[in-house]
T-cell receptor, first 113, second 113 residues
Framework: GAGVSQSPSNKVTEKGKDVELRCDPI?????LYWYRQSLGQGLEFLIY????????KSGLPSDRFSAERTGGSVSTLTIQRTQQEDSAVYLC???????????FGQGTRLTVV | GNSVTQMEGPVTLSEEAFLTINCTYT??????LFWYVQYPGEGLQLLLK?????DKGSNKGFEATYRKETTSFHLEKGSVQVSDSAVYFC????????????FGKGTTLSVSS
């Protein structure tokens, strides 16, 4: 595609529910990143994929968070049993190969009520 | 470990003032360095980059020079405009397999006319 696409753009969910956030990277990009941006905070790294494998999962904040990537393309970030502190903008980025500049999607704004 | 430190914001300037946003890094080896910008309501986009020591990245009147001796990549602009109001993120890539881009916390710039 022309750019990194994320869906939904906004998601309001009740505390305790599960949510799935989707990222469609730029076609041909092998590296895919998930970050979280909270109000007044910087970018918090969550997980990084090279192809379908995740060499760096160090940023996932708890075992309620998981992510997968299939076919070296689309990635899904799943948050189980959402908590209010999960409210943030979740950003996805992709790059042609690892260690080159990343291109970001518009993000998914998650609000847990 | 690898890290990026940016000056705390917000930075408030009048139009046509000189801008410096400090960024220093800690990394092993020979990282690549980036500045990203996030305009209000938009996603992050690459502003400029430098891949080796003494390289100068430039774009839209902004410049940053990769200084290995001081481990810095400060962002400068000679004359800011209201339209430059945004959040600026310094980032590094370690150029090592299996590592994600590392971002600073971001610096908010507000320019008034």
């Amino acid at each position: 595609g022309a750019g990194v696409s994320q869906s939904p753009s906004n998601k309001v969910t009740e505390k305790g529910k599960d949510v799935e956030l989707r990222c469609d990277p730029i076609s041909g990009h092998t590296a895919l990143y998930w970050y979280r941006q909270s109000l007044g905070q910087g970018l918090e790294f969550l997980i990084y994929f090279q192809g379908n494998s995740a060499p760096d999962k160090s940023g996932l904040p708890s075992d309620r968070f998981s992510a997968e990537r299939t076919g070296g393309s689309v990635s899904t970030l799943t948050i189980q049993r959402t908590q209010q502190e999960d409210s943030a903008v979740y950003l996805c980025a992709s790059s042609q190969q690892e260690n080159t500049e990343a291109f970001f999607g518009q993000g998914t704004r998650l609000t847990v009520v | 470990g690898n890290s990026v430190t940016q000056m705390e914001g917000p930075v408030t300037l009048s139009e046509e003032a000189f801008l410096t946003i400090n960024c220093t890094y800690t990394a092993t080896g020979y990282p690549s360095l980036f500045w990203y910008v996030q305009y209000p309501g938009e996603g992050l986009q690459l502003l400029l980059k430098a891949t080796k020591a003494d390289d100068k990245g430039s774009n839209k009147g902004f410049e940053a020079t990769y200084r290995k001796e001081t481990t810095s990549f400060h962002l400068e602009k000679g004359s800011v405009q209201v339209s430059d109001s945004a959040v600026y993120f310094c980032a590094l890539s370690t150029n090592q397999a299996g590592t994600a881009l590392i971002f600073g916390k971001g610096t908010t710039l507000s320019v008034s006319s």
